[in-house]
């Protein structure tokens, strides 16, 4: 068993306020399936398994916070998280236009990051950097 002190990490989520119903949820889903992916490797769990021995997976160690924000405050969290170099993903209004990966990427691949019109945004990093980052920010109702 480790001794270590355990790092005060948060995983948040922000989502443009005005987005609808679909859309915060599909940017969630893909946000964060992005952050589990390629990630720091404490941002995952270990496998969950129930009393018959079944593994299910692993999921994140840390709760996932979810925010939204007024466009403004969102493309600012995005370009001083950029400048940070904070583990960063984003989601442009782009994507909504298309209808598959290769599409996406492609999109994607043409925006530079002052250019995005953000939807959501997803950071992990130090606890208090993110709530300084997302000041301005609510949690999601």
């Keep these: 068993m480790s001794t270590a002190e355990p790092v005060q990490s948060r995983l948040a989520i922000v989502l443009r306020q005005e987005l609808l119903t679909w859309q915060r949820l599909n940017v969630t889903a893909f946000l964060s399936s992005s952050i589990a992916v390629n990630t720091e490797p404490s941002a995952m769990g270990e ?12 999921m994140f160690a840390q709760p996932v ?35 598959n990966d290769a599409d996406n990427r492609a999109a994607f691949a043409k925006l530079a990051p002052a250019q995005m019109s953000v939807a959501g945004l997803a950071l992990l990093g130090g606890r208090n950097r993110i709530s ?10």
Aim: charged share 25%; no cysteine; hydrophobic share 45%.
């Design 47 to 58: 496998t969950y398994v129930d009393a018959s021995g079944r593994g299910y997976g692993e």
């Design 65 to 99: 916070m979810v925010f939204e924000a007024s466009a403004e405050v969102l493309k600012g969290a995005y370009l001083a998280a950029l400048e940070e170099k904070m583990i960063v993903r984003v989601f442009p209004d782009v994507l909504f236009t298309t209808g």
């Design 132 to 141: 300084k980052l997302l000041s301005g920010a609510r949690k999601h109702p």
